[in-house]
C-alpha cells in the first residue's frame, strides 16, 4: 500500500461548496417530537443521551409495522421509552440491573409486538453494556443527573479536560477519538435548545459510514491505492478505517468553511443523501432513492427530485469506478 492510501481532492470539495448553500432544511424537521416533546428537560437530556449510545451499525434496525429503519426506529423507540419513564432512561436503576435485563428490554422496545423474538436490534448485549457503563459514570460523577453534567461543561466542547468532549470521551459508549457520537449528541441537544456551545471552532464533523460514502462517491475523497479501492467496491472487511475516516473529516472542514454552513447542518445533508440517494442504489442512475419516502427530500427543500443535488459536479455519476465505492466495512461501536 502507498504511503498515502487515501487524499482529499481540495478542488473537489470546493466545487461541492459552491452547491451547498442553496440546500435549506425544511424547518418541520427540527420541530419534530423527538427534539421538542413537553417532557421535563432531564428526561428529555436522558432520552438524548441513551439514544445516542446505543447508535451504531443499524443497517438491520428496523420495523415492519412503522415502516420506519435505523435512527427513525430509534427516535420513535426512545421518545416512546422516554413518555412511558422507562427504567431505560434511568441511571441508578441501569446502574444496579444486568446486561441481559437491560439487554432483554432493549429487544421488547425495539420489536413491533413486544416479543424479543421479533426484535430487530442487533449485538443487544454491546449495547446494553455501553448503556449500563455510561449509567454507572453519570451516577457517579454527576448524581445520576445529565442536567448536572450539561452544566458542569458550562457550553464548552473542550475545556481543560472538562469539556462536553472531554467529560463523554471519559465513557465507552463516546470514547471515539473522531467523537462521531459526542458530535451527533451535541447536535441533537442543539437542536433541541437544551445546549449552545461557546467554542464553535472546536466542533468535531459528523463522519459515519453514510458520510463516508458519499465523500467518496462525490470524489471529495480519492482512493489512491488501487487495492484498497478493490476492497471498498467489494466490501472486503478491514480492521482500521482510520485513513479513510480521518480524509472525510478533512474534507467535511473544507467544505464547512467554504459553505459557511454550520457542521452540525451539515451532517443533515450529507446524512440524508447517503441513506437514501446514494445507497445500494444511486438516484442518478437508478431513478430511484433507497428509503421511502426519500429521507433527503423529507428534510433537504428540494421539490423536484428527478435528479440528485450534486449530479453535475458529482465524480461518482461520471465514473462508474467511484460511483461503485462502498464505505469500510469495519466492527466497531463508534458509529
Excluded at 7 to 15: G, K, Y
Excluded at 17 to 42: K, T
Excluded at 198 to 219: A, C, K, T, W
Excluded at 220 to 236: P, Q
Aim: aromatic share 10%; net charge negative; glycine share 4%.
Amino acid at each position: 500500500m502507498s504511503d498515502n492510501p487515501v487524499v482529499v481532492d481540495t478542488e473537489q470539495c470546493l466545487a461541492i461548496s459552491g452547491i451547498l448553500p442553496g440546500l435549506l432544511i425544511r424547518p418541520e424537521f427540527l420541530v419534530r417530537p423527538f427534539l421538542n416533546h413537553p417532557l421535563e428537560r432531564e428526561t428529555r437530556l436522558r432520552m438524548l443521551f441513551y439514544s445516542v449510545a446505543v447508535c451504531h451499525q443499524t443497517r438491520s434496525l428496523k420495523s415492519d409495522k412503522h415502516k420506519l429503519f435505523g435512527w427513525d426506529y430509534i427516535e420513535k423507540v426512545f421518545l416512546e421509552l422516554a413518555i412511558g419513564n422507562s427504567m431505560l432512561l434511568h441511571a441508578e436503576l441501569l446502574n444496579s440491573a444486568d446486561t441481559e435485563t437491560i439487554a432483554q428490554h432493549l429487544q421488547v422496545a425495539f420489536s413491533d409486538d413486544g416479543n424479543i423474538l421479533h426484535s430487530t436490534i442487533d449485538r443487544v448485549n454491546e449495547r446494553a453494556n455501553l448503556m449500563k457503563e455510561l449509567s454507572s459514570f453519570v451516577q457517579n460523577r454527576f448524581g445520576g443527573s445529565f442536567s448536572s453534567l450539561i452544566k458542569e461543561v458550562n457550553g464548552k466542547l473542550i475545556s481543560y479536560g472538562k469539556g462536553f468532549y472531554e467529560t463523554l470521551g471519559q465513557t465507552a459508549a463516546f470514547s471515539d477519538p473522531m467523537r462521531k457520537k459526542s458530535s451527533f449528541l451535541a447536535k441533537l441537544l442543539i437542536d433541541s435548545k437544551l445546549f449552545a456551545i461557546s467554542d464553535r471552532e472546536n466542533y468535531f464533523p459528523i463522519m459515519d459510514y453514510h458520510m463516508q460514502r458519499v465523500l467518496l462517491r462525490l470524489g471529495c475523497v480519492k482512493v489512491m491505492d488501487n487495492e484498497l479501492a478493490i476492497n471498498l467496491r467489494n466490501r472486503v472487511p478491514v480492521t482500521s478505517d482510520l485513513a479513510i475516516r480521518s480524509a472525510c473529516i478533512e474534507a467535511m472542514q473544507i467544505l464547512i468553511f467554504n459553505s459557511g454552513i454550520e457542521s452540525w447542518i451539515m451532517n443533515d445533508i450529507f446524512w440524508s443523501l447517503g441513506r437514501s440517494c446514494c445507497n445500494e442504489t444511486t438516484l442518478c442512475t437508478d431513478k430511484h432513492c433507497m428509503k421511502e419516502p426519500c429521507t433527503f427530500q423529507s428534510i433537504i427543500q428540494v421539490n423536484d427530485h428527478k435528479n440528485c443535488s450534486f449530479e453535475a459536479t458529482c465524480k461518482g455519476f461520471r465514473h462508474d469506478e467511484t460511483r461503485y465505492l462502498w464505505e469500510p466495512m469495519v466492527e466497531t461501536h463508534f458509529y
